[in-house]
């Protein structure tokens, strides 16, 4: 398969750094180099710039920036209070909201040509989804102090032996199934849109897979925010 | 957007990721099995924690699999609770 055309990486390269030609780089700046982590950057960047435009002046009557904001931040607000409640919405927002503006935007831009999904690689997904699974034990612990050990002994006695090594085994692979969903979706819509190009794209064959891929972005970085929800509201509520 | 599209997503959303959580358990089961097996007691118990990891692997994946499905069905009773209050 051709190489695709990395803009930043062909930037980086002519200012003299070295672009990893693997997946991952050897030494150090190789590594901040490789394109999942240069792409992840921009993301960032946009985000930042994007809500810093619309967002610098705040006005009573908002306008058009402003109100693609509100209703955004306030859907997301409404949704999460609706699956976790009040209190935890407030305290976790920002967390993970940005997950969700984040994954949104990563997943999308790799749509453009010239640019790249950070989500397509495996070591962004598992990053999000390691601080999500850390972050939902932190809530049950906090909830429950170290009665929380009763969410993974079931609801008798002497189910322990059976249901514990079955909710350990369903717990760890929330980390698995969360993070790998994510990789594999993006990384097959960047491929599969790849291999179209070098196909048939003077035809406009990959014209659908991308309709599909837009459909796939936001679906993937929905699934991703309402896991997360869930798993949280589930740590805090009570054992069965 | 649409109501049918937002509906769609969140159908979507809710059951999309039940094959691979699925998945997810049972490749754990497993692993976790063929580790017991190979690294923790050398091969001497071998086949024997490779087979139970997987069949615990298996009762995890239908575990979880029922929890996404009550979890749905909790959610719409509440969901339509909250319409009929409406009006």
């Known amino acids: ?26 030494t150090f700046l190789e590594q901040i180099c490789a394109p999942y ?6 993301v960032m960047a946009f985000l930042f710039i994007v809500s810093k435009l619309t967002l610098g002046n705040l006005e009573m009557i908002p306008g058009g920036g402003q109100n693609f904001w509100e209703i955004v931040i306030g859907g997301m607000d409404d949704f999460f209070a609706d699956n976790m409640g009040r209190e935890m919405t407030d305290k976790l927002f920002p967390m993970i909201a940005t997950f969700a503006l984040y994954i949104a ?4 831009i790799g749509l453009i040509p010239g640019f790249m999904s950070p989500t397509s690689s495996i070591n962004t997904t598992l990053a999000l989804t390691i601080i999500v699974w850390i972050t939902h034990h932190v809530i049950g612990f906090r909830a429950h102090g170290l009665n929380y050990y009763k969410h993974f002994i079931g609801p008798m006695w002497w189910l322990i032996p059976l249901m514990l090594p079955i909710e350990l085994i369903s717990n760890f692979a929330r980390l698995l199934s969360l993070s790998i969903r994510l990789f594999g979706n993006i990384m097959a819509k960047e491929t599969l849109l790849g291999i179209l190009f070098m196909l048939a794209g003077a035809f406009f064959a990959p014209l659908p897979i991308m309709v599909l891929g837009v459909l796939v972005s936001l679906v993937q970085a929905m699934v991703f925010v309402l896991l997360t929800v869930v798993y949280i509201a589930q740590a805090q509520e009570h054992a069965h | 957007m649409s109501s049918f599209k937002k509906e769609m997503i969140h159908l979507l959303a809710n059951y999309g990721h039940v094959g691979f959580t699925f998945v997810a358990c049972i490749f754990i089961g497993l692993g976790g099995g063929i580790i017991l097996d190979q690294k923790v007691f050398d091969g001497s118990t071998a086949p024997w924690f490779t087979f139970i990891g997987l069949a615990f692997g298996i009762a995890a994946g239908f575990k979880s699999l029922f929890d996404i499905l009550w979890r749905v069905k909790k959610n719409d009773g509440k969901n339509d609770g909250k319409d009929d209050g409406r009006g």
């Open chain 1, 105 to 108: 935007v990563a997943n999308l």
């Open chain 1, 37 to 42: 982590m240069t792409y992840t950057w921009l």
């Open chain 1, 1 to 26: 398969m051709e190489h695709p055309i990395l803009f930043i990486s062909i930037i980086l390269e002519k200012l003299g750094l070295p672009v990893p030609h693997g997946f991952v780089g050897h």
